[in-house]
């Protein structure tokens, strides 16, 4: 089995977990190579998780922060997972990371087209040592959407390339996703989920590698040691 599950009482515990976990991770990355890399998920649960995350004694200007996914939209639209990591994680300790952007700021709409934003974001990218995922109600994780069209391209192991535009067919906006090939070469994995119907998806994404869940990609990946940190 490619994770290790852990399971608590309630959101506010997980999260608190989580971010010790997280934060011992990026040690261990700063303990080995003096500097680390870490890749979070938008959205609005991981805001919990991030604040707690934020006040953690590390030695932020050797981090470097970025995201797994980000919408292709303004990062001062609401939907921008930029902007909430600014707001809520890049506070407190973590003000002194190196913020590393997917999509830059001070673009408009009419700016971001989807394969100069990735083009862009590839110059920036530095491979994660720490990633913390998370996963919708239809299966997907990162922005590996089931059913996008570019779904084959982001799970092909052999594509070198380690972002990707994708179209989600069951969300707004067009995106930028790591890769699996990306994702699997991180050395510490992080899934957060939590209620009992994502555990009903986890538990189909967790019996088999399937399209219909793209989260079980990595869940059955035999390279990937994913910590999975379930609140009920």
Known sequence: MAYQWHSFDNAAAASTALADAVADALQQALDKKGSAVLAVSGGRSPIAFFEALSQKKLA????????????????????????????????????????????????????????????????????????????????????????????????????????????????PHERVSMTLAAIAKTPAVFLAIGGAEKKAVFDQAAAAPSKTYPTSYILNHEKVNCHVYYAE
């Open 60 to 171: 932020w200007q050797n981090i470097g922060v970025t995201l797994v996914d980000e919408r292709i939209v303004p990062t001062t639209h609401a939907d921008s997972n930029t902007g909430l990591v600014h707001e809520y994680l890049l506070q407190n300790q973590a003000a002194a990371a190196q913020w590393i952007p997917v999509v830059e700021a001070g673009k408009t709409e009419t700016d971001l087209q989807p394969e100069t934003v990735v083009q862009t974001a590839l110059q920036h990218y530095r491979q994660p040592d720490v990633l913390v995922l998370g996963m919708g109600g239809d299966g997907h994780t990162a922005s590996l959407f089931p059913q996008a069209p570019q779904l084959d391209k982001g799970l092909d192991e052999a594509n070198p390339v380690p972002l990707l535009h994708t179209t989600p067919v069951t969300a």
